[in-house]
């Protein structure tokens, strides 16, 4: 067994989930490729998307796919980067805004 | 990336500069432990080895190493140190050729092809031929590098000569480098003096065509929407216009192979290649409908076997004694660096192949 919990070599070996679920992995990766075909949204918006939220649930798999991803589709990293600032800008904000329940149960116990 | 070198491979004596380094290295590794099938094995597997080829599209002449560049991924380890030179004997040997192939299209690169001290003549007698495509690869700073190219995109034109440009990017910082400091700005300057004399214009029959690889590690995307893309962006920024975008895999040799072992991303980049092999990419790759031919006159199945040294496995080995239908007998020569044509919708000088 490895010593980490994570292996970068791992993301390639991906479909190999579909071996003990045939049925589920294959509707899985059926609705996710689907789900990155062009569409109202192109594909370049998308990726930017998968990058912005890889981050926000902190999976380095999906950090490096969908930065490789990034590049292959000609997305510079001023743009890569913008989009980590919109994922860390709600993440703040999501934070932040409970600040607001904060306030009134203070204003609240203290009368 | 690592900061751009300003030399050739041959001129730092690298390893890598040898050919049979580079095929060494191809073979052994993840490739002899059997963790990643051998091209040859990969391409038995839907019964398409040995790779034959079909009957003579496109002759594709290299007319010498020499550049103005030193482009870090560049295949041929071209750049201004590299002196081998096609002579106007080798090029009347070729055009001995152009007038009785059945080829419809003539390739000539480089290296920069305009250095060579002959090339307006044989482009002049070449375009005599009336061969249907004419192209020529230029990499755009040589129209702007001196004087005495300036007038290249009127020659061009005068002799109806497709022209092929590379552009990795349609911003500055991704093109710069990758092909060196100022090479963006010299390209924009020169594409609008192409566009200037009637090149890539739309409706416009002098064609103008950009050639996209991947500034990095990684596989090109799909060729249709980075030439929207490149479009959009070059029109908006720069009012540039250019017909089609071709979008080319890096192969792992010479200095690409060379950056993908310094920056430690050789077997993940064998992985990716591997992973993306399309098999029905195979029956067009550009070895089976094109020939290649050095500077020094020998013939290959490609540019990319060219820079490998890997000669025609034909009695015909060279432009002097060409011979079409023995040259149709032979096995196409392959090895791992072949994953490169053969990944996602498939590359050649051509662009996409499946
Ligand atoms: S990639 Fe082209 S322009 Fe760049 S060094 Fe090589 S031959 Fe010259
Ligand atoms: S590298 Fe050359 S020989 Fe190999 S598949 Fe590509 S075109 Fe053919």
């Known amino acids: 067994m490895s010593k980490t919990y994570y292996d970068p070599t791992d993301l390639r070996k991906f479909g190999k989930i579909s071996d003990w679920n045939e049925e589920l992995g294959s509707k899985f990766f059926d609705y996710y490729n689907t789900v990155f075909q062009e569409g109202a949204l192109s594909e370049r918006e998308k990726s930017l998307i998968a990058l912005a939220v890889a981050h926000t649930i902190q999976c380095p798999y999906c950090i490096d796919a969908y930065t490789g991803d990034g590049l292959q589709r000609g997305i510079t990293k001023e743009e890569m980067m913008e989009a980590l600032h919109v994922a860390g800008a709600i993440r703040g904000g999501a934070s932040l805004v409970h600040g607001v329940q904060m306030m009134n149960k203070v204003n609240k116990l203290e009368g | ?354």
């Open chain 2, 1 to 354: 990336m690592s900061k751009l070198k300003t030399q050739s491979l041959h001129k730092r004596d690298s390893e890598l500069a040898k050919t049979n380094k580079q095929l060494e290295i191809l073979s052994n590794g993840i490739f002899a432990n059997g963790e990643l099938p051998t091209f040859k094995d990969k391409i038995a597997e839907s019964n398409q080895f040995p790779l034959k080829p079909k009957p003579l599209e496109i002759l594709q002449i290299n007319v010498g190493y020499m550049c103005n560049q030193v482009c870090e991924h560049c295949h041929v380890d071209a750049g201004p140190d590299r002196k081998e030179i096609m002579t106007k004997e080798t090029m009347q040997q070729c055009l001995d050729v152009i007038k009785s192939t059945g080829a419809h299209t003539l390739d000539l690169t480089g290296g920069a092809p305009e250095m060579n001290p002959n090339f307006r003549w044989f482009v002049e007698e070449a375009a005599k031929v009336g061969i249907k495509d004419f192209i020529v690869r230029s990499n755009l700073t040589i129209i702007r590098a001196n004087k005495k190219y300036h007038d290249l995109p009127e020659f061009f034109k005068k002799h109806n000569v497709h022209v092929v440009s590379s552009m990795p990017h349609w911003t500055r910082g991704k093109t710069d480098k990758q092909r060196g400091e100022g090479v963006f700005d010299q390209s924009i300057q020169a594409l609008k003096d192409l566009n200037a004399v009637g090149y890539g214009m739309p409706d416009s029959n002098l064609k103008l065509d950009l050639v996209y690889n991947p500034s990095g590690a990684f596989l090109p995307a799909n060729q249709a929407a980075m030439e929207k893309d490149f479009k959009k962006a070059l029109l908006e920024d720069f009012g540039i216009q250019f017909h089609n975008l071709f979008s080319i895999t890096n192969l792992p040799i010479s200095r690409f192979l060379d950056f993908l072992i310094a920056s430690e991303n050789y077997e993940d980049y064998m992985y990716a290649l591997v992973d993306a092999f399309n098999p029905s990419a195979v029956a067009n790759v550009m070895c089976t409908n094109t020939l290649s031919v050095s500077w020094d006159g020998y013939l290959y199945d490609c540019d990319f076997n060219q820079m490998l040294d890997l000669k025609v496995a034909s009695k015909t080995k060279h432009i002097s004694n060409y011979n079409e239908e023995v040259l149709q007998n032979r096995d196409i020569i392959i090895s791992q660096h072949c994953y490169g044509c053969t990944a996602g919708a498939g590359s050649s000088c051509q662009g996409t192949v499946a």
